[in-house]
């Protein structure tokens, strides 16, 4: 028996379109270029371009970054002093003289104080002017041109003029302390005002700091949840308690980071202005640290509290990435 050859209605229709199928996919395999080595080098390139840009710059920080940290550990185990240059290993010796130095005690206590307290003053008058200058207002432009200033500032120079506008007998404070009929105080030479004194000068450039730091951040704010909040009649505290401050919490992480490191390794303001005194009222830890490793001479046991510096600076900014972290 013959098979016919006829296909049925929908064999017909069906076979003319897979074979063109067929024959497309079977074109576009033979079609398609197989890529080189060289293009995939020069993908992986592409992918990794930031990576190697940034390899240099980084390869150099980390040398003068973690070299001189490894130094400071190792000098902190031995004895060296200048008029001796032998390195002899001293074990844990310069560690148990800082467990009975009262003067290095109080010297962290004030680095503690100075630290915290300079952190929440500038952060809550940072965020505050930030508040202000984020205000579409006349002449707004002016305004955040003059809280810039205190940042052009160099440190020194910001500790010399606050010495001379403390001072007791020639100083403005004073000035217009006496013109109002109030007491003038020995700002620079009193254990009560001395720290005071510092933390007043160093609030005048950290809080502008801080103000322009969050005002990049409140000028990006998105507008849609405010003004959602606005038309269910939220308070201007609501909106900016439960809106605003979530949005500038990795914002204000950085700020507090910026200007705690900034706190920790201050030195000019208490060398020019109190010099750690009146007897150790304003003796910080970083300042210590340069009178015991360059004007005593024990560079051993400066390590070990410049090594002690850097654990009190770590832990704060450890607890700061920590709840920003958490936060985002």
Known sequence: MVRSSAATPGQAAEGPGREAARALMAQGRRS???PRPTA???NAIEKRFFVLMSAPGFIVVAAVTFIPICAGIYLSFTNYMPTDPSLKFAGLLNYRQLLHDSEAHQAIINTL?????????????????ALMLAR?????RVFRTLFILPLMVAGIASAIAW???LNTSMGWGNYFLSVIGLPQPNWLASPHTAMASVLLADVWSGAPTVAIIVLAGLLVVPKEPVEAACIDGA???QIFWHITLPALQPVLAFAAIFRLVDLFRNIALFQIMTGGGPGLSTSVLNF????????????????????VLVVLMAIPLLIV????RRRS
Do not use: D, H, K, N
């Open 235 to 237: 308070s201007s505290f």
């Open 288 to 307: 210590f640290v340069y009178q015991t490793t360059f004007v005593y001479g024990e560079l051993g046991y400066g390590a070990a509290l410049a090594v």
């Open 321 to 324: 990435f920590r709840f920003a």
């Open 40 to 42: 995939r080098f020069r």
């Open 113 to 129: 104080v100075f630290a915290g307290a300079g952190l929440a003053i500038e952060m809550i008058l940072g965020v505050s002017l």
């Open 32 to 34: 398609a270029p197989v």
């Open 136 to 140: 579409p207002m006349r002449g707004i």
């Open 163 to 165: 010495r001379s506008l």
